[in-house]
């Protein structure tokens, strides 16, 4: 059975890091296009970046510079690295892993993503 488990969200100031994390299981996650997604309150989903099998990255233009997407294959876990964040970055953000080839953030539907995870609340404060 697949599994996506997000874990390592929390609170934190303006300004600060924080650096969520996903851990698969029941599938060799380096073959997948991986990606983390966001929901804010009254907003619909948005991709907030991708990474493919070969390490290669797109990311949204509200986090590019700040955001880092990152994975272990030996420990078939994704990561987020997030710098300098912001209170509009406020929202659960998800894990999810698609059998397509990955493209462009922007191109990518959340329909491309065959598994998807429970999520974990990152909470900025100003």
């Known amino acids: 059975q697949v599994q996506l488990v997000e874990s390592g969200g929390g609170s934190v100031q303006a300004g600060g890091s924080l650096r969520p994390s996903c851990a698969a299981s029941g599938y060799n996650s380096s073959s997948f296009c991986m990606g983390w997604f966001r929901r804010a309150p009254g907003k619909e989903r948005e991709g907030v970046a991708i990474?493919?099998?070969?390490?290669?990255?797109s990311y949204a233009d509200s986090v590019k510079g700040r955001f880092t997407i990152s994975k272990d294959n030996a420990k078939n876990t994704l990561y987020l690295r997030m710098n300098t964040v912001k209170a509009e970055d406020t929202a659960l953000y998800y894990c999810?892993?698609?059998?397509?080839?990955?493209?462009?953030?922007?191109?990518?539907?959340?329909?491309?993503?065959?598994?998807w995870g429970q999520g974990t609340q990152v909470t900025v404060s100003s």
């Open positions: 999810a892993a698609s059998h397509f080839s990955c493209r462009p953030i922007a191109t990518m539907w959340r329909t491309d993503f065959d598994y």
């Open positions: 990474i493919d099998r070969e390490g290669s990255t």
